[in-house]
């Protein structure tokens, strides 16, 4: 680092900043100021605030993306707060003192126990040994090497991988909001599978309890060395709420030589009152490299939640071999949007993708389907497989397919197909005929559809899902 | 069969239905007691599925008068998976795909919602695995069946029979068969009306919407009803039915006509 930069970064705050700092929150407004008091709060390293800074004049020079299907008002980006330290919550002594109403929908999704409490912000020590089981869990973990925390703690306690591989997937200047939180970025989770390791058991963000109040600019990043595989889960079925209107995640994924990523996404942010008034704008990019000779890269998402969501989780197929799978469960209902999809990027030799993706719109929602297949010169005996299915519930609302094939290879294989369907007097008819209710009846419709994706999940993640399906769909047929 | 001591298990009084406001069945009435068949011919248009239909409650199709009773009590009250429980049933001239959905876990569900309502135990997948088998048996079906997604990618003929397993599990007081021989080769008709054949007893009453007369050389009749705009205008035993199939349906027509000019 320069010594100009040196000394900007260590002078006392001008603007004010200095009583700011002892309020732990920063004032509205983003310059690069708001940066340097990140990443002084953070304690960081000089090399991670020019990351910061770059992808902060990056963001600059751009502008908010137009093309996606979705409509909402223009944000401003000085009205938001990029930095509050983490305050711990107040503790609820036990189940009792939670809302009813929030037991109610843990009931109905089949949330564990030991998960409601903490959810439900009960300090869970209190009822169930929750501590000791994240603790013999990092035990466990760290046996085989294995490096499960937060993105903060892995800047300080492992800088040379963060260095290494941070903003190698997704770069600073990639899109909008990938610049945006690459410059402001606060917390998320650090993965890295060492060579020749299967993870013992799925990781889940749930487990790492310090993820509280990661906030609305997440980073994660899952490394997984040659011969090393993984399968992590982000999310949870049950309502998740927040005060910020903007989340912007980024999350990169590297596999290595005959590395294996699976990646499984239960997304449920507030989606807005049925009016369609509030709910989370859900702009994510995620990306996963699959860097290295027969590797495997595999996002399974459902998402449910959110008013927008605008993510594309993607895979650079660059090793030969290598294999790149996308299976989506998109649900949208009363005024929701999504635009979501994926891009398979074929390089190497032999490269195959698969895309399975699922769109149900219920109310006055619109959902659509965005997709591209990019098979490169190089990539001699490419295949790609894409199946997109669209069901309405209802006569309000839309589902739409953009899928974009380039492809500049001749020994290339590319297939796509589409169906759109529709549950209506007729099927639920069917089923009222033989005794079964329409709410039954749309949550066996649905589910059947979806089959192909929950598959995919983890086994109790998929019976959860299944259950949230029915939940977000409730009342919309009738 | 005739049971002459037999009590109505369907009494359908001057019923009256629209679709879309426009009138379809124009007043009807047919009193069926237990142990009875009733075959309801008639042209296309002449309102026999929407009668069917309005007995199993579509939601497409307003009652606009008249009066249906089951077993005495008013079934117009009912929902359509109230009625379905309590002991109506419909076999569907086009059984509905149900993607992803397996037919076991399709066929387990409706079991278990009637028995339950029945005040009966549910079977669990493995007791019902073996109680359905035997029922398939008799309809000569592959158990394949059951691992298929619901009617998805079935012929004609076994999505046919798999209307009539659904009769034979569910073990409904009222069986209405909708254009069930539609679409059936010999074989395939042979075997479902042996399968209705082997379900009808003097606990049920079955009555077949059908197009043809052929159906009825298998499945014999006590009565025969011809509908014409939405009514019914003859009726007679089974020789009624072998005399449409030389005659048609054009004498009955002008018959009728013929005695509603001398009533006028």
New interface residues.
């Given amino acids: 680092m320069s010594a100009a930069l040196q000394n900007l970064v260590n002078q006392p705050y001008k603007h004010g900043f200095v009583t700011e700092i002892e309020s732990d929150i920063a004032p509205k407004g983003l310059n690069e100021d708001t940066i340097r008091l990140i990443s002084a709060k953070k304690n960081e390293p000089e090399w991670l605030l020019a990351f910061r800074l770059k992808a902060y004049n990056k963001w600059l020079s751009m502008t908010e993306p137009q093309w996606q299907n979705v409509k909402y008002p223009k944000i401003d980006f000085q009205e938001i707060s990029y930095y509050a330290a983490p305050k711990p919550k107040k503790k609820l002594a036990s189940m009792d003192e939670v809302d009813p109403e929030l037991l109610r929908t843990f009931d109905k999704l089949g949330v564990p126990m030991h998960e409601r409490a903490a959810l439900a912000g009960v300090a869970v020590d209190v009822i169930f040994d929750s501590v000791s089981v994240t603790t013999t869990y990092k035990e466990k973990l760290a046996e085989v090497g294995i490096i499960f925390c937060s993105i903060s703690e892995a800047v300080q306690d492992h800088p040379e991988l963060i260095k290494k591989y941070l903003g190698t997937v997704v770069p600073v200047g990639d899109n909008y909001y990938a610049a945006l939180n690459s410059a402001v970025f606060t917390d998320g989770s650090f993965c890295f599978i060492p060579k020749g390791v299967k993870c013992p058991m799925d990781l889940s963000t749930y487990f790492r309890i310090n993820t509280e109040g990661s906030g609305q600019f997440e980073r994660t990043l899952v490394i997984a060395e040659e011969g090393a595989s993984v399968s992590y889960l982000e999310g949870c079925t049950a309502p998740r709420f927040d005060t910020n209107q903007l989340h912007a995640a980024v999350v990169e994924l590297v596999a290595l030589d005959n590395a294996d990523i699976k990646y499984s996404t239960v997304q449920n942010w507030y989606a807005g009152d049925e009016n369609g008034v509030g709910g989370i704008y859900n702009f994510v990019t995620k990306r996963g490299l699959a860097k290295g000779v027969n590797s495997r890269i595999s996002w399974t998402q459902v998402e449910t939640g959110s008013a927008i969501t605008w993510k594309y989780p993607s895979c650079i197929l660059r090793g030969d071999n290598s294999v790149g799978e996308f299976y989506s469960v998109a649900v949208t209902n009363n005024f929701q949007q999504a635009d979501t999809g994926t891009k398979m990027i074929h390089i190497g030799k032999n490269t195959r993708s698969t895309i399975v993706s699922k769109g149900i719109s219920a109310g006055h929602s619109n959902s659509s389907y965005r997709g591209l297949v990019r098979v490169a010169p190089t990539a001699d005996g490419a295949r790609n497989y894409s199946q997109c299915d669209s069901m309405l519930i209802g006569d309000q609302c839309g589902a739409h397919t953009f899928p974009y094939i380039q492809v500049r290879n001749h020994s290339a294989k590319v297939e796509h197909e589409a169906s759109t369907s529709k549950i209506g007097?007729?099927?639920l008819?069917?089923?009222?005929?033989?005794?079964?209710?329409a709410e039954?009846a749309v949550s066996?419709?649905i589910?059947?559809?979806?089959?192909?994706v929950f598959q995919q999940l983890p086994m109790e993640f998929a019976v959860e899902a299944t259950n949230l399906l029915s939940f977000k769909l409730e009342g919309s047929v009738g | 069969m005739i049971n002459q001591n037999s009590k109505p298990l369907l009494e359908v009084q001057g019923l009256h239905a629209t679709v879309n406001d426009v009138a379809i069945l124009k007043g009807i009435d047919l009193t069926i007691n237990y142990g009875e068949i009733h075959a309801i011919m008639g042209v296309n248009g002449s309102g026999k599925s929407t009668f069917a239909?309005v007995l199993?409650?579509?939601?497409?199709y307003q009652v606009t008068a008249g009066a249906v009773l089951f077993d005495g009590k008013d079934l117009l009250a009912l929902?359509?998976?109230e009625?379905?429980?309590t002991g109506v049933?419909?076999a569907?001239q086009y059984?509905?795909e149900?993607?992803?959905?397996a037919n076991s876990?399709?066929l387990r569900?409706?079991y278990n919602?009637?028995q339950t309502?029945r005040g009966k135990d549910e079977l669990d997948p493995l007791e019902f695995d073996d109680f359905v088998r035997e029922k398939m048996k008799l309809l000569e079906m592959n158990p394949d069946f059951l691992d298929r997604?619901v009617n998805e990618g079935f012929s004609g003929g076994e999505k046919k029979r798999n209307e009539i397993l659904?009769m034979a599990l569910?073990e409904p007081r009222l069986n209405i068969l909708d254009e069930t021989d539609s679409g059936l080769d010999i074989d395939a008709l042979r075997v479902v009306a042996n399968g209705v054949n082997q379900f009808t007893n003097n606990d049920n009453a079955t009555i077949l919407v059908t197009h043809y007369q052929r159906l009825l050389n298998y499945i014999v009749p006590d009565y025969v009803h011809v509908m014409e705009s939405g009514r019914i205008i003859k009726t007679g035993g089974k020789e009624l039915a072998l005399e449409l199939e030389t005659r048609g349906y054009d004498w009955i027509s002008a018959e009728n006509s013929a005695t509603e000019g001398a009533v006028l």
Avoid: W
Avoid at chain 1, 447 to 452: E, I, L, T
């Fill in positions: 007097e007729d099927q008819f069917y089923f009222s005929q033989r005794g079964i209710d039954e066996m419709i589910n059947g559809f979806c089959k192909d | 239909k199993a409650g579509h939601s497409a929902a359509p998976e009625r379905a429980r049933f419909l569907f059984p509905i149900i993607p992803g959905v876990q399709f569900l409706a919602t009637v309502q997604s659904q569910l």
